[in-house]
């Protein structure tokens, strides 16, 4: 039952609220690739943190394929701290399957996503809490200011996020990353979509929920490099809008019979003409341009319905999102 349901039915809707203390689990779920920069300060500042909420805890580590000495840090901390828990992935499968992988195996009643390189500040964890006691079943960070992003990250993005919520049904809130606190209940919304293209922002904002926002200035990076550039974020952006939106498939439909309607207007213009005036030779120009245009067009629609095939091929085959190599303090290991 979700939680507005349930303010709905019971009595005592007036005080929704949840309870914190030693018998509730948080989970806060880490994807690191080549992080062993950043992995060791981000411990040391959120297990305090966690720490103090009297709650029991778990860092859920997904190593998305680390080359570097990511792991060997993470297992020599658990020595200290055993609520460090690792998934190891075979390979570097991406940001999103790495996420995927720490939603399936947080065991939290509710479970953080969060950078490792301290861009998404864990001084918020506490508030995201205090949100979640209200009652909301998402807390998600809203950045109010994005200067630690380059000039041409922030004018893309903005554009992306405008393109988007344009076309799509389950509209992405402005500046809002992956960093989010959610309930049990969404968590396991999210681990029963069966996709395996994952947009995480868009997928987030489809399950729904009670969400709120909670605004924080984003840092600049602890340590070391964004892994994102720009070849691979214009992948992200099409994997975003082909996972959430027909329109750029349907559009096509549009622009071919506009065409035709022009064609059909010219069509008569040019008979007309060759009724009153005769019949007139050249026009090598205007038909070189005519061919090389619809020429254009014509590949741009199969280019897009290619985007689309192509990732339904990768639906059909149901490959897992992930593999886990090795597991390190999970009671399934
Ligand atoms: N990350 C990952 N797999 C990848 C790329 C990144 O698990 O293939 C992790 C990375 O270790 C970090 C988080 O995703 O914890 C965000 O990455 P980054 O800071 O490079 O992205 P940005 O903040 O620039 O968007
Ligand atoms: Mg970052």
């Known amino acids: 039952m979700t939680t507005t ?6 009595a005592v809707s007036a005080d929704m609220v949840r309870m914190v203390d030693a018998g509730t689990l948080i989970s806060i779920v880490v994807p690191v690739f080549n992080e062993e920069e950043s992995v060791l300060a981000f411990i040391k500042v959120v297990g305090p943190i966690l720490e103090g909420t009297g709650a029991n805890w778990e860092l859920v580590f997904v ?6 000495r990511t792991v060997d840090i993470l297992l ?6 055993p609520q460090i828990k690792i998934v190891k992935l075979s390979r570097n499968f991406g940001k999103e399957a790495a996420l995927a992988a720490g939603l399936d195996f947080a065991s939290g009643d509710m479970v953080a996503v969060m950078d490792v390189d301290m861009q ?12 979640w006691r209200e009652g909301y079943d998402i807390a998600y960070g809203r950045r109010v200011q994005r200067d630690s992003d380059g000039f041409l990250k922030r004018l893309t993005a903005g554009r992306f996020y405008k393109l988007f919520n344009s076309i799509s049904d389950a509209p992405i809130p402005d500046n809002v990353g992956d960093f989010r606190l959610m309930d049990r209940s969404v968590v396991d919304a999210l681990n029963k979509l069966p996709e395996r293209v994952r947009f995480m922002k868009g997928l987030f904002a489809w399950v729904g929920f009670k969400s709120i926002a909670v ?6 990076r602890l340590a070391g490099q964004t892994k994102f550039r720009y070849w691979r974020l ?3 952006a099409l994997d975003g809008i082909t996972s959430f939106s027909t329109v750029p498939l349907r559009i096509w439909t549009y622009v071919g019979l506009l065409i035709a309607l022009v064609s059909f207007v010219y069509g008569s213009y040019i008979i007309m003409r060759t009724v009153i005036f ?13 061919i090389l245009f619809l020429g254009g067009v014509q590949l741009m629609g199969l280019g897009i319905i290619g985007e689309y095939l ?11 999102l992930y593999l886990a190599e090795k597991l390190y303090g999970f009671e399934r290991d």
């Open 5 to 10: 349901q349930e303010a709905a039915t019971t």
């Open 63 to 68: 190593d998305d394929g680390s080359s570097d």
């Open 76 to 81: 020599a901390q658990r020595t200290t701290v």
């Open 120 to 131: 998404d500040p864990p001084e918020l964890l506490a508030q995201m809490i205090a949100r």
């Open 215 to 220: 605004d924080y200035e984003r840092p600049a």
């Open 234 to 236: 214009w992948n992200f």
């Open 278 to 290: 005769g019949v007139d030779v050249p026009g090598y120009a205007s038909l070189l341009v005519l």
């Open 310 to 320: 192509g990732r339904v091929f990768y639906e059909v085959k149901q490959r897992p």
